[in-house]
């Protein structure tokens, strides 16, 4: 915790110095920096916000606080150029790290369309949320972006999004459970393009929240 100068301390200051160490140390943490840490700004309850200077990214998690047994788990992402040049985002844009530094990329988009039975569930709640987060973009352009599939309606998906400089695109984005669990953990979700030198990250966390029918698994009663 504590570093050593060149000039060796007393016996009275190497004492006092020891003191105000462990007094620190019993009120905070030192942040490792390749370890998820504190979490982002919430724009709500299941929303949160990295502002930078380049690029303003958003992560949703209101769809994937129902998720229990499935083997993938949906994030609503926003990002919004506020630089200079033009991004090119694809899938491989977005890497989801857990709490021990463990790097997880998308999930494939044949493997969610046969795999994964919410994606018409995920897309109305994603519709929800933008009356959120469409209030910060509100003076960007919008570019469509459809990454994924629906089940109930047909779509092209696209494997590269073109995001201007002042423009903003949101999609539903899949990544595998990670291997810290789902549920109450720190994770990051971090967006690299070729243009920006250093990647945008949003530190969230996903709450679980109880169905009507679901168990609390503490006394064993069904939630109101």
């Not at 462990?22 to 709500?44: F, H, I, Q, W």
């Not at 790290?97 to 039975?117: F, W």
């Not at 696209?158 to 423009?167: E, G, K």
Request: proline share 7%.
């Amino acid at each position: 915790m504590m570093h050593r100068s060149g000039a060796r301390l007393g016996m009275p200051g190497a004492a006092a110095v020891l003191l105000a160490s462990m007094l620190a140390g019993c009120t905070t943490l030192e942040r490792n920096p390749a370890v998820v840490g504190a979490y982002s700004d919430k724009l709500s309850p299941f929303n949160y916000k990295e502002d930078g200077s380049l690029a303003m990214m958003v992560v949703g998690v209101e769809a994937a606080r129902f998720i229990r047994k499935e083997s993938y788990f949906p994030l609503f992402v926003q990002v919004a150029n506020k630089s200079k040049v033009t991004f090119q985002i694809s899938r491989e844009s977005f890497t989801l790290e857990d709490s021990l530094g463990r790097q997880y990329a998308v999930a494939p988009a044949t493997e969610v369309a046969a795999k994964y039975p919410r994606l018409d569930l995920d897309r109305r709640l994603f519709q929800q949320n933008r009356s959120i987060t469409g209030t910060y973009v509100s003076l960007y352009t919008y570019v469509a972006s459809e990454l994924y599939p629906s089940s109930s309606r047909r779509v092209l998906l696209v494997d590269q999004v073109t995001l201007p400089p002042h423009a903003y695109m949101e999609d539903v984005l899949y990544f595998p459970i990670p291997e810290t669990g789902l549920n109450g953990v720190p994770l990051r979700l971090l967006f690299k393009v070729k243009t920006l030198d250093e990647p945008i990250q949003v530190v969230f966390e996903v709450p679980k929240t109880l169905g009507i029918f679901e168990k609390d698994g503490k006394g064993g009663k069904e939630q109101p």
